[in-house]
């Protein structure tokens, strides 16, 4: 497709399960970025994936959260033993970033409701 | 530490009205600074982008200005609309590793009542 994608649109899980949300950027895009948005509430910063550096996790709110980004294009964040606070919009962003070309592209965002 | 401050957090405005948000920003070396608007259930879409070289920009009703020595931003919304109501989020781009990384603020909450 010609934007990025997010899947599920919508999650509901109990608490303690596993979750993983995918995130498939535009092709081409060397940076991807993990946001979370809780109800009412502004952006919060999860992890940044640039090329095949290593990435910038400093976001991550807990051990529980972990990503990864296989062959510099699909990235999928897994949410471990999930609790009520990761109740959530998780947004995907992808960025091709050259020197001259900075616009971010957002995802539709995964709705995580965790019961 | 790079960081990108919007104030304020939410705001609330009556139809017809102008606004102005703010963002402040300790993000060096500084490349450009853009401001996304995100509808409700929405992914935030570019507005307006600013250099470093430019003072004021406009889109319509969207007036941005850049001041780069106090690193300051500001959106202006002239005669709002109830369609505004949306958050704004300032994103500020530093260079750094030879790529152009992206700081964003935790965005300002606009809601226009009629």
């Known amino acids: 497709g010609a934007g990025v994608s997010q899947s599920p649109s919508n999650k509901v899980t109990e608490k303690g399960k596993d979750v993983e949300l995918r995130c498939d950027p535009i092709?081409?895009?060397?940076?991807l970025y993990w946001y979370r948005q809780s109800l009412g509430q502004g952006l919060e910063f999860l992890i940044y994936?640039?090329?095949?550096?290593?990435?910038?996790k400093s976001g991550l709110p807990s051990d529980r959260f972990s990503a990864e980004r296989t062959g510099g294009s699909v990235s999928t964040l897994t949410i471990q033993r999930t609790q009520q606070e990761d109740s959530a919009v998780y947004l995907c962003?992808?960025?091709?970033?050259?020197?001259?070309?900075?616009?971010?592209?957002f995802g539709q965002g995964t709705r995580l409701t965790v019961v | 530490k790079n960081q990108v401050e919007q104030s304020p957090q939410s705001l609330i405005i009556l139809e017809g009205k102008n606004c102005t948000l703010q963002?402040?920003?300790?993000?060096?070396?500084?490349?450009?600074l853009r401001w996304y608007k995100q509808d409700t259930g929405r992914g935030p879409v570019s507005l307006t982008i600013?250099?470093?070289?430019?003072n004021t920009k406009s889109n319509g009703r969207y007036t941005a200005t850049l001041d780069a020595d106090t690193k300051q931003s500001s959106l202006h919304i002239t005669a709002s609309q109830l369609s505004d109501s949306a958050s704004y989020i300032c994103?500020?781009?530093?260079?750094?590793?030879?790529?152009?990384?992206?700081?964003f603020g935790a965005g300002t909450r606009l809601a226009v009542h009629p």
């Open positions: 962003a992808s960025s091709l970033q050259s020197l001259t070309n900075t616009e971010a592209f």
């Open positions: 092709s081409g895009h060397t940076a």
């Open positions: 994936f640039q090329g095949n550096s290593a990435p910038d």
């Open positions: 963002c402040n920003y300790t993000v060096s070396p500084f490349s450009n």
């Open positions: 600013m250099t470093f070289s430019e």
């Open positions: 994103v500020v781009s530093s260079l750094s590793g030879g790529y152009n990384k992206l700081i």
